[in-house]
């Protein structure tokens, strides 16, 4: 077993060990750590793989500010665990079900002859001029266009009916109407007194 190979095994072993953790862990910022942690795994394969900015991407925008935001709102607000864990039971059998039926998938997609991963050489060495940040913009944007724009429609409409679900309106907060403000008139707000002025004595 060479090098390489060696530390790619290390380095599945880990990530698996984490997003077993993620799933099982009773604490929320347990289970947050223990995403960085795979997410930092999957980096370091993808780097392994000669995917430089895939590495670089999922580290800056996951690690460094999705899993942030996350603890920052996990320790900000007060979660009661057990009501979280409410009805666990009841979801386990259909959630062991799915499991198996991806796990299952997975085994025929990977396993099987129509894959060949098992024949499949490791990736040439790249020219020393070789972008991988260009050559991504090339596919995306050519090649897979219409699954990118489909993509990025679906991720709208989810931060959409993010926003409606979470929108919440208090009664004690006052909320500025600006057509109001803009059809405003001067006499509907200044009133001109006119008064006599009066001489001391």
């Known amino acids: 077993?060479?090098?390489?190979?060696?530390?790619?095994?290390?380095?599945?072993?880990?990530?698996?060990?984490?997003?077993?953790?993620?799933?099982?862990?009773?604490?929320?910022?347990?289970?947050?750590?223990?995403?960085?942690?795979?997410?930092?795994?999957?980096?370091?394969?993808?780097?392994?793989?000669?995917?430089?900015?895939?590495?670089?991407?999922?580290?800056?925008?996951?690690?460094?500010?999705?899993?942030?935001?996350?603890?920052?709102?996990?320790?900000?607000?007060?979660?009661?665990?057990?009501?979280?864990?409410?009805?666990?039971?009841?979801?386990?059998?259909?959630?062991?079900?799915?499991?198996?039926?991806?796990?299952?998938?997975?085994?025929?997609?990977?396993?099987?002859?129509?894959?060949?991963f098992a024949d499949m050489p490791a990736p040439p060495p790249l020219p020393a001029g070789y972008s991988n940040t260009k050559e991504l913009g090339r596919l995306v944007y050519t090649e897979y266009v219409y699954p990118f724009e489909i993509a990025a429609v679906i991720l709208l409409v989810a931060i959409v009916a993010a926003i409606a679900l979470t929108l919440r309106r208090r009664k004690q907060s006052k909320y500025i109407d600006p057509a109001r403000q803009i059809n405003v008139r001067r006499e509907d707000r200044v009133r001109i007194v006119s008064m006599p002025s009066e001489k001391r004595d």
């Open 1 to 116: 077993m060479t090098f390489q190979t060696s530390v790619f095994y290390a380095f599945s072993a880990i990530l698996i060990l984490a997003a077993l953790g993620v799933i099982t862990s009773r604490n929320p910022v347990h289970a947050a750590l223990l995403l960085v942690l795979a997410f930092f795994t999957s980096a370091a394969i993808w780097m392994q793989l000669q995917a430089e900015f895939l590495a670089i991407a999922l580290v800056l925008v996951y690690v460094g500010a999705v899993m942030v935001l996350f603890l920052f709102v996990v320790m900000m607000l007060d979660i009661n665990l057990a009501r979280l864990r409410e009805g666990f039971l009841n979801y386990l059998p259909l959630g062991a079900l799915v499991a198996l039926l991806l796990v299952a998938e997975m085994i025929i997609i990977l396993g099987g002859r129509y894959a060949g």
